[in-house]
């Protein structure tokens, strides 16, 4: 057995319950496209492109509940970014 914790509890995916990422205050991709209403690989690059606020560290995105839900109550506007600003999205 390992004592890495299980890959449901990274804030990456690769589980399907979401009640430990509540408990922790991080969130699953998967989640986020719920809640967004689109899809994974959408999210991931919305995540690359630093649209939503999270960290990688590896080949993992860690996305905090706080500061994604901060970040969906002023619909993604930066703080820092000034007036007139908005985030824009490439898909490739």
């Known amino acids: 057995m390992s004592n890495r914790p299980p890959a449901a509890q990274s ?6 319950s979401g009640s430990n990422q509540s408990l922790s205050g991080r969130m699953l991709v998967e989640e986020v496209a719920a809640r967004l ?6 999210v991931y690059t919305m995540l690359e492109q630093k ?11 860690i996305i905090t509940r706080h500061a994604y839900e901060q970040w969906e109550r002023t619909c993604g506007m930066r703080r820092e970014t000034g007036l007139g600003s908005q985030p824009e999205v490439t898909v490739n």
Not at 37 to 42: E, K, L, M, S, T
């Open 37 to 42: 209403n689109i899809g994974r690989q959408a």
């Open 51 to 61: 649209i939503i606020p999270a960290i990688r560290l590896g080949r993992r995105w």
């Open 11 to 16: 804030g990456t995916g690769g589980g399907t």
